[in-house]
């Protein structure tokens, strides 16, 4: 389980969503989102294609603009600086800074092609913080250890398995020691021998106490590590309550219907 606030101390709030909108065109995406996620949480996002859960983690990323409504991730403004009780739309550079802190991992894993493992995890640390290549590339190299690779650092992806490949990404994400780490269907596109090693990466890292938005149909994972697990349905949050409770006794029809098909 994830690591909790002791002695009673307030958690810090990592992501808040108030009333979030996002709309393409004429289609309603987002409808009014409202979450929370605070310091240390695991909170899996489960529900049926389409109905959002990408453009909600792509929002948290700055990825995707909201329309209306707020959205914070570590006490700031998504997209925006205040300054004297007014807002400033953020310039590229400074959305760039923002995103420093979030590690994001996708379904397809979006390695670079052309580099190896160890490279792939270095690209960032060097060019974007311009750190010191040696140290970067000796914390790579733990960083590869952590998630089993230590024997793959001058492999290729091309010449990975894709849970191999996702473990990199992963790791590359931690390179650059986020405060949180967003995971879009991490292991939708695995073959299913290869899943678990990737969900054992996942577990550790919010044993280490990070705090995670998870996007995944794992319902094993969502019942053993999450501390919330939050339902989506048509661009609303149906459900959002530990995942004892969601999966033993949800509220709305929809979400019964839903984790039917599922579980
Ligand atoms: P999920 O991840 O839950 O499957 P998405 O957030 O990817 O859902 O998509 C929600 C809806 O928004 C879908 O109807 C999808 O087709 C649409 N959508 C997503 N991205 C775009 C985009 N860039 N332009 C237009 N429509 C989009
Ligand atoms: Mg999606």
């Known amino acids: 389980m994830t690591v909790h606030a002791q002695h009673g101390q307030p958690r810090k709030v990592m992501v808040e969503a108030q009333e979030v909108c996002k709309h393409y065109g004429p289609l309603e995406v987002l409808k009014g989102i409202n979450l929370k996620v605070h310091q240390g949480e695991v909170v899996c996002i489960i529900g049926p294609s389409g109905s959002g859960k990408s453009t909600l983690l792509r929002c948290m990323n700055h990825l995707e603009h909201v329309n209306a409504g707020r959205l914070y991730v ?4 998504v997209g925006y600086r205040q300054e004297a009780h007014k807002l400033y739309e953020l310039k590229p ?18 390695l670079f092609p052309h580099m190896t493992a160890l490279e792939n995890l270095c690209l960032a640390p060097t060019v974007v913080l311009k750190r010191a ?25 091309s010449q990975l398995s894709g849970g191999q490949q996702q473990r990199v990404a992963i790791a590359r994400a931690l390179t650059m020691n986020p405060k949180i780490m967003l995971f879009d269907e991490p292991t939708s596109a695995l073959d299913p021998e290869l899943v678990g090693e990737v969900l054992k990466v996942m577990r550790d890292l919010a044993a280490s106490g990070m705090t995670m938005v998870v996007v995944t149909h794992e319902m094993g994972f969502a019942r053993e590590v999450a501390d919330r697990v939050v339902i989506m349905d048509g661009g609303r949050i149906i459900e959002d309550g530990p995942p004892a409770d969601i999966f033993s006794n949800p509220r709305s029809e929809r979400a019964r219907t839903f984790l039917e098909r599922l579980l």
């Open 74 to 77: 570590d006490g700031e403004l």
């Open 133 to 157: 290549r040696a140290e970067v590339e000796r914390e790579a190299l733990e960083m590869l250890q952590r998630v089993g690779l230590s024997d793959r650092a001058g492999y290729y992806p």
């Open 93 to 110: 550079s400074e959305v760039c800074l923002r995103r420093r802190d979030i590690g994001m991992v996708f379904q397809h894993f979006e």
